[in-house]
């Protein structure tokens, strides 16, 4: 299961998003999966997600689609790999845009 799934860059447009995604490819991988969705994206969802491709290799660790419409909300990504044997990965990590960097505040303490 791939657990760094992330939005690397994002460029938005009238109506639409460019977005491309990163992840660590697993060594069994055959092909891989991308779906997004308005919500997070589980196993029990999976298969109402909107599909981004499924025609990537195992050994991809980077994609770049568009998704439109786009109204600015927040959108999630998730994918899944499959392996020789046809069996399928969990649900990857949710990456999602836009995308929110936190910092905390750096307290300094003098005695």
């Known amino acids: 299961t791939v657990t760094d799934l992330h939005v690397t860059d994002a460029v938005a447009a009238a109506g639409s ?5 990163g992840w ?13 969705a ?3 994206i589980t196993d029990a969802n ?3 997600a909107t599909l981004l491709t499924d025609t990537l290799a ?3 660790e980077t994609f770049t689609g ?7 909300s927040t959108l ?5 790999s499959q392996n020789a044997e046809g069996v399928w990965s969990d649900v990857s990590n949710n990456a999602y845009w836009p995308r929110y960097d936190v ?3 750096l307290v300094m303490r003098t005695e």
């Not at 998003?17 to 995604?21: F, G, P």
């Not at 999630?76 to 899944?80: H, M, P, Q, S």
Request: aromatic share 14%.
């Open 17 to 21: 998003v460019t977005v491309t995604l």
């Open 24 to 36: 660590t490819a697993p060594a069994d991988a055959v092909t891989v999966t991308l779906r997004y």
């Open 38 to 40: 308005a919500a997070p």
């Open 46 to 48: 999976w298969g109402s």
């Open 58 to 60: 195992g050994t991809a």
């Open 66 to 72: 568009t998704v439109s419409p786009y109204d600015g």
């Open 76 to 80: 999630y990504f998730a994918l899944r």
């Open 103 to 105: 910092y905390l505040p």
